[in-house]
């Protein structure tokens, strides 16, 4: 299976180059070419000769010609019936659209007839308040954050995974709730325009909270790999976050594995159908801070970011996953630390009253002993230190207290 853009030669990576406008769709297509190339030299061709091979076929006439596309038309046909047992009807269309695309893009005359209701099979159920008030208390402390700002957020994983320091600088340094997210064209799937959605005042507190002490620069990734030096690619992958998901939620007993074909309910893109679900809001601009293309509607709808913050505002009760007032844990365990540290304060100053108590006790029983003597001296000298500082501040006295020196 094809998965190196390296491998590819230039025709695939021409096409390629003009269909994709996002890696996540780029690997996507990359997937899909590589089911093809290993069908098609199951039978004997080679795809990534094929636009070369028509244009030399199609000038040595039209019988040739003929026979060439027919060859490669049942190829086709094979190519839709090698898929329906493999994958779901869903990634069976991706397949075909995929070969379709690159056909379209080099004029080339094959036909590749899409399902026309593919039906999804394996849905996301609905996650619920506290399966999800669940998951982020036992999840790694970057990942309880990526998580929060999906689910507040709407915004995909691999876009949460990628976002840069440059997308929240402004909005984060000033402390603004909601905090305004971009979201660059070059990065949405949709083929839209630039968009921004929001997180609100929990989302932003775990982010803070995380990014406390981090220097980061504008073309720096808000999220970090957890093991540095260990990471393939310059950032984490989308996957990666994707596997740690399934097994808390496993682990959790908030869902099990049906097996390798049968993908869970409850997976990591049910945070963004819980914003889907949740914030009350008109749908335009759910859609528009979840990425999609607005139709027609992407002609009136406003672009002015204060109005999508109140309208985010006004929803955002419905959306919150934790209740206002809400104590962390980790705060909670630093006031719990600093009472620990008070409480063993007040414990070593009763240990000493205690001991000086006891010297008193002595003293007092005993008046011969050198402890009463003491005492009695200590007692002296700070009645006489106080009538000092009180004979100061009457007046008239001075002269008195020369006298008494003299």
Request: hydrophobic letters at 30%; glycine letters at 4%; aromatic letters at 8%.
């Given at each position: 299976m094809v998965r190196d853009m390296e491998s590819l030669n230039q025709r695939i990576e021409d096409w390629l180059c003009q269909v994709c406008e996002s890696p996540k769709t780029r690997g996507t297509y990359v997937f899909v070419w590589g089911n093809f190339t290993k069908f098609c030299k199951a039978r004997g061709r080679d795809p990534a000769v094929l636009v070369d091979d028509y244009r030399a076929v199609k000038y040595q006439g039209e019988a040739q010609r003929e026979r060439f596309l027919e060859e490669w038309q049942d190829l086709l046909r094979a190519f839709n019936t090698w898929l329906k047992p493999k994958f779901a009807p869903l990634t069976v269309k991706n397949h075909l659209a995929g070969v379709k695309s690159f056909l379209h893009y080099w004029k080339i005359p094959l036909d590749v007839d899409l399902p026309r209701h593919p039906c999804v099979i394996w849905h996301n159920r609905d996650i619920k308040r506290e399966e999800i008030k669940q998951i982020l208390t036992f999840a790694s402390p970057r990942d309880r954050v990526i998580w929060i700002v999906m689910a507040e957020s709407g915004m995909r994983s691999d876009n949460a995974v990628n976002m840069k320091y440059t997308q929240i600088k402004e909005e984060f340094e000033a402390s603004r709730v909601p905090m305004k997210i971009m979201l660059y064209s070059s990065v949405l799937k949709d083929h839209v325009g630039d968009r921004w959605t929001f997180i609100g005042e929990d989302g932003f507190r775990e982010l803070k909270a995380y990014l406390q002490g981090k220097n980061l620069k504008n073309d720096d990734y808000v999220f970090a790999s957890e093991r540095k030096g260990q990471c393939k690619?310059?950032?984490?992958?989308?996957?990666?976050?994707?596997?740690?998901?399934?097994?808390l939620v496993q682990k959790l007993g908030i869902d099990q594995s049906l097996g390798p074909k049968h993908p869970k309910q409850v997976r990591l893109h049910g945070l963004r159908k819980y914003f889907r679900n949740n914030m009350k809001a008109d749908s335009s601009y759910i859609?528009?801070?979840?990425?999609?293309?607005?139709?027609?509607?992407?002609?009136?709808?406003?672009?002015?970011?204060?109005?999508?913050?109140?309208?985010y505002r006004k929803g955002y009760e419905a959306l919150r996953i934790f209740d206002p007032g809400f104590v962390d844990l980790r705060d909670l365990t630093t006031q719990l630390r600093n009472k620990d540290s008070e409480i063993k304060e007040l414990k070593e100053q009763l240990l000493e009253f205690?001991?000086?108590?006891?010297?008193?006790?002595?003293?007092?029983?005993?008046?011969?002993?050198?402890?009463?003597?003491?005492?009695?001296?200590?007692?002296?000298?700070?009645?006489?230190?106080?009538?000092?500082?009180?004979?100061?501040?009457?007046?008239?006295?001075?002269?008195?207290?020369?006298?008494?020196?003299?």
């Open positions: 690619h310059e950032q984490f992958s989308q996957a990666s976050l994707s596997v740690k998901f399934n097994r859609q528009f801070w979840m990425g999609h293309s607005l139709g027609v509607d992407s002609h009136y709808i406003s672009r002015d970011v204060e109005q999508h913050r109140e309208e205690k001991a000086a108590q006891e010297r008193l006790e002595e003293a007092i029983m005993n008046p011969k002993s050198e402890s009463f003597e003491a005492l009695t001296r200590r007692i002296e000298a700070y009645i006489d230190d106080k009538l000092k500082g009180w004979e100061k501040n009457i007046p008239g006295t001075e002269p008195k207290e020369k006298e008494r020196t003299e």
